[in-house]
């Protein structure tokens, strides 16, 4: 029976300067290859990539769609430069990533086809924590991603005889051009950065208030569909407040910021907030909130209806009613649950 094709995403990646390594110091080459795999495993299923095989410190990975395969690189890179940012030069891990979308043959719990070759050959284009991806890939991704894409300009794949497009992925850390820089101006004030609020509170346990302050106001705004705010994965590295706000508004492309600070005494919250246009670091507004604990998702409605006013958005009538109710209420359970049945 004949072998069937199918249509894959092929991720292949490689550990940049590992080779050298290994001839330097053996025993730490496969030490690093250890924490490799097991740093990297992990991210595959999350994106429905199934590994294939390791080829010494590469990994061959297919995905049931570009953007999955895009996606998982990504995370991937961020969270290798999050490690690397923590380790000393020799334990660092700069992985260079390619992906290709094109036609695979299974065989037993291998795949051949050209995609797996291309994948290979658009892998050591990218540079050591970058992504390159195959003109097939843009094609699918393109509008899809907040990473800007550029085109790379190369003299052909080897043992590749049709031209193949390639472009690189522009990682958050990396300097960007002129071009992209004079963009900065037209930042999007309704894209919005809802920063990690911190705990100034003298119990360092009361952490979790201030997490959770971040998280219901991000779920919050998220239900203005006028709004485009960044995902809580995008903005934990920010926590710290280690990195000034234009370079975070560079960095995730926003036109506002929301910052903010708990803080826990007895039974009572005094939360701060203030919104930031990243265009002219202008205060567009800022409050206090003084209120019993109890009070917390009261506190969350009015800074999700303030910022929205401050932004000068008009709000549908079923988003002023998301915003409005407590998060779980029976009320908006049971209306929603009305709306669809009437809907049907």
Request: aromatic fraction near 6%; glycine fraction near 4%; charge should be negative.
């Amino acid at each position: 029976m004949p072998a069937k094709r199918r249509l894959s995403a092929i991720m292949f990646t490689d550990i940049a300067g590992y080779t050298a390594l290994t001839q330097s110091n053996e025993a730490q080459a496969l030490e690093i290859l250890k924490r490799h795999n097991r740093l990297l495993r992990p991210f595959f299923p999350k994106f429905r990539g199934r590994e294939i095989k390791t080829i010494g410190d590469s990994f061959l990975v297919e995905f049931e769609s570009a953007l999955d395969a895009t996606n998982c690189a990504i995370k991937i890179q961020e969270s290798l430069h999050d490690y690397n940012i923590s380790s000393k030069d020799d334990w660092k891990i700069k992985l260079r990533i390619g992906i290709h979308l094109g036609d695979v043959v299974r065989k037993d719990r291998d795949i051949f086809g050209d995609a797996v070759n291309i994948a290979s050959r658009i892998q050591p284009l990218s540079e050591p924590e970058g992504l390159c991806i195959s003109e097939q890939v843009y094609d699918q991704v393109r509008n899809k991603l907040d990473n800007t894409l550029t085109k790379v300009e190369h003299g052909g794949l080897k043992n590749v005889s049709t031209p193949i497009g390639v472009f690189k992925v522009v990682m958050p850390w990396e300097p960007q051009s002129q071009e992209e820089e004079s963009k900065q101006v037209k930042l999007d004030a309704r894209r919005i950065a809802i920063l990690p609020f911190s705990n100034i509170s003298p119990d360092p346990n009361d952490e979790y208030l201030a997490d959770g302050m971040t998280e219901e106001l991000i779920s919050t705004m998220s239900k203005i569909s006028s709004l485009k705010v960044i995902a809580r994965t995008s903005v934990t590295r920010y926590k710290g407040g280690e990195k000034n706000i234009d370079e975070i508004a560079k960095e995730l492309k926003v036109g506002t910021i929301l910052e903010g600070s708990v803080r826990k005494a007895g039974n009572r919250l005094r939360i701060t907030a203030q919104l930031i246009d990243c265009r002219s670091s202008d205060h567009l507004w800022s409050e206090s909130y003084d209120r019993e604990l109890r009070d917390v998702f009261e506190i969350q409605r009015e800074i999700a209806e303030t910022v929205a006013a401050a932004l000068k958005i008009k709000l549908m009538p079923e988003e002023e009613e998301m915003v409005n109710w407590e998060p779980m209420d029976p009320m908006k359970i049971r209306y929603f649950w009305q709306r669809s049945n009437q809907d049907s």
